[in-house]
Nanobody, 124 residues
């Protein structure tokens, strides 16, 4: 019943910025752990960032630390990923995901619902 819809992807030059959004509906968003994953062609889906229910605890992949910031607005049922200093290797389809019991991890199989993804392309 949970529906996740990503937006905000696009084409950007290296060094630029994008902000991704994921809007959720169907259940109590504030109880979910939310995360962003990404998948490049021919690659496995990889964890990017996660945020717990309150928003006070966040996790980042080493490859994006210091460049990306995950946040959430529970009143809007939305999670965001601010991406700065983008690199060509950040090019991928970005997905948001929800863990319904408020836990979750860096492993994709710990998430219960997924969005359809939004393409991010970083050119040199």
């Amino acid at each position: 019943q949970v529906q996740l819809v990503e937006s905000g992807g696009g084409l950007v030059q290296a060094g630029g910025s994008l902000r991704l959004s994921c809007a959720a509906s169907g259940r109590t968003f504030s109880s979910f752990t939310m995360a962003w994953f990404r998948q490049a062609p021919g690659k496995e889906r990889e964890f990017v960032a996660g945020i717990k229910r309150s928003g006070g605890i966040t996790y980042y992949a080493d490859s994006v630390k210091g460049r990306f910031t995950i946040s959430r607005d529970n009143a809007k049922n939305t999670v965001y990923l601010q991406m700065n200093s983008l690199k060509p290797e950040d090019t991928a389809v970005y997905y948001c995901a929800a863990n319904f019991n408020g836990y979750g991890s860096t492993w994709s199989d710990s998430y219960d619902a997924w969005g359809q993804g939004t393409q991010v392309t970083v050119s040199s």
